[in-house]
């Protein structure tokens, strides 16, 4: 008998932990502003087919997951999409339309996507909106600021108690908040928020039954619930992430869910008669509009398609139009990039000054799974991709114990200083007390910041530690990844990785790359995304310092991989703002190789000057082009501008994966819209290498591919708006538009638009391999994460051979293009 009776309320319990899983599971995490990485936004949804996920999104919050009609007609009309390119979609998606039809749909239709209400909604519609605030705003502004305070740790100087679950905290907080029913000029009591559950999982059960959604649609109306606050559930997600990572868990997404759930009970006045709120909201709810809306989702998703195609065949042309390119047996010069886009247009040109400069592409961290914390410092950041977790912590070092402990010590006391005026800094009023303290000397500065432009700030390094910093570098300790034997196997795991076993030229330069710009919450987006949002040089530093090593050398020749004596490894960092390459720890160098350092960097300054002409028209500076010395001074004033929205454009216009031997794309124009990974095939006989690449860059690839295309298609949701009006939330969480609303995530429209035009196209990654085609289904049919992105098409996959492109779909390859 009591079986019985409690049985029910078990399954129920477990169905709503079911639907409570399947719509948190639903979002993306996003990473603070100082580890900014791109991520896919609809990470949760790639077990969907990309058109099923477009559907789902349309329905419960109107996003769309292509570009409108306008920027297709715009396209259509420009000549960035043809016939051929319609036709070819047509060929792929089954459906109603023609050509002739679609294009009178683009040239008359419009497809407005009108996501399903919640509760609050229609309370809204039965307000006076001109003179009134919106429930939905209001709601969303108060769960936002109680979540920015509550997830500070760096700014606000009052937070609700912590003591308790982020539901609960807000459960007491929301019941003795009289100011929303005055604001509103609602009889709302918030007395009523001290009867909610005492748990979060609960109160959400609770919510459903209350509010009466039928059980089969609680996952569908969870999701629409949560993606009303999705930039803070988005932070929750990244919560969760970490915590997952070193084995534990974090609930606050629950708990957000808990809380915004709440708001509709809150706002329930309990009258189910015909016309009341409830009544209204469960039609619009059940309404059945789905044919109509798939109709005009097929249109946006055949010219989305037929875009892409347009591209895929101009990419797969110029691979094919160009035959293999020579390369001499042992290079002058090895330069590693990483496979970042911006990479791509200066080792065009770096390579151009030589046919025996040899560059590689390979990911920006170098292979290694580290962290750092600055000598003088507890700040450990992660150096390697989100999608990882550091295993062995660095910190700097010149070799010598006693002076260490004496920089240690001298930066320390340097920080302590700045640390002060960061406090004076941040008091209301802070720069007009601080020119009123400290008297004109402070004024002066405030308007150095507006006149010095153009001159490269000294690094942070400089300014604590003097001339004593160039001893420094990031270093292993002794004991470190294992030491001396761990640390062999580290170099060889690398060097296999990178291809570079045996013919090793003079100087190896190992390219990290960074961004430079002021005045920027996003600022670490622009640096490298597969180092956690940090520069690379960290990375190539060590790399460097390590294959230099004498007893690392010795453990490489014992293992096959004999490096020979002559050969450098030199760290570098490429300024994707000003494209200048700065070369890093030549105090370690031997003299001997002084000389070539010397003709190295020549060729490098002569790469710089091509790769900023190439670049100047895209950032307004076309005039300037073929007058070398200015164009850079101006680069140089865009990088320190504190007042300038786009001092690059990043990674815009991200297109394609290229996953081949450099030889196959050498001396070709890619327009700086392909990742450029370097692989050969003939050198991996078991696919290992192949499947590292798949699974890690080819994930990151995708990751930064999909946070523009969602910050350019529907920016309001997965963009962070304008920069102008941010606001940075909890030092480092992410921004406000404004004072308020929804946490934003993703990319500044700045990034992505000039003001006048979109500056990227939003197009599914296009993945390019040269490798058998049962390599590469291989490696899919061995990771099913792959398998899905490919066969939900959340990229394409394309197969390069001598004169054939060949493209994977519906688990076939089908030929592309041939020449």
Known sequence: ????????????????????????????????????????????????????????????AGSRLTGSLDDYRRAWHNGDIVAADVQQALAEQSGEWTLTSAVAALENGDAVLQPVALLSDQFDRRRDLRRQPAWCDTITHQISQFCAAYFDRDQAQWHPSREQTLYLSWRQVISQDHSIALLMRHRFDPAKASALADDAEQQIADSLQQLAVPPEQWSEFLQAVLMRISGWAAWCAYLQWQ?????????????????????????????????????????????????EQQRSLALLHLWQRAQEVHYQRELAGKLLAKPDATSVDTPDVQAVFCIDVRSEVF????????????????????????????????????????????????????GDPTLDA????????????????????????????????????????????SFTLGKVPPSDDQLALGSSATALRPAFAEQAAGGLDGQVELARQVLTALGMTQGFGRLVLLVGHSSQTRNNPHKAGLDCGACCGQGGDVNARALAGLLNDIAIRDGLRAAGIDIPERTQFVAALHNTTTDEVTLLDTYFLPDDCRADLQNLRAQLNQASTAARRERAPNLGLATLAEQPHTLLQALQRRAVDWSHTRPEWGLANNAALLVAPRRRSRGVDLQGRCFLHDYDHRLDADGARLASIMTAPMIV??????????????NARYGSGNKTLHNVVGGRIGVFEGNGGDLRIGLPWQSVHDGKNWRHTPLRLTVVIDAPRETIEQVMAEHPLVRQLVEHRWLHLMRLELNRVEHYRDGHWQGWLEV
């Open 1 to 60: 008998m009591t079986a019985s009776v409690q049985t029910p309320d078990v399954n129920e319990r477990a169905s709503v932990q079911r639907a409570i899983n399947e719509a948190i599971e639903c979002i993306a995490p996003s990473w603070p502003l100082d580890r900014l990485i791109a991520v896919n936004p609809y990470w949760g949804r790639v077990s969907q087919p990309f058109e099923t996920a477009a559907e789902d999104l349309a329905r419960l």
């Open 243 to 291: 915590a997952r990572q070193s084995g534990q868990d974090d609930h606050s997404l629950v708990e957000l869910l808990a809380i915004r759930l709440s708001w509709e009970t809150l706002l329930d006045d309990g009258n189910r008669d015909t016309g009341s709120p409830w009544s209204d909201w469960q039609q619009h709810w059940q309404r059945d509009d789905l044919p």
């Open 347 to 398: 080792r065009r040109h770096f390579e151009a000054q030589s046919e025996a400069i040899q560059t590689i592409g390979f990911a920006g961290f170098f292979g290694l799974p580290i962290s750092y914390t600055p000598i003088g410092t507890k700040a450990e950041r992660p150096q390697l991709p989100g999608l990882l977790a550091p295993s062995i912590a660095l910190t700097d070092s010149s």
């Open 406 to 449: 004496q920089l240690s010590t001298t930066r320390v006391h340097r920080l302590d200083r700045q640390a002060g005026w960061r406090a004076f800094h941040s008091a209301p009023l802070s720069n007009f007390t601080l020119v009123e303290a400290t008297g004109l000397n402070y004024l002066i500065k405030l308007i150095r910041r």
């Open 701 to 714: 690839s995708h990751w930064i591919n999909m946070q523009y295309f969602a910050s350019t298609v529907d």
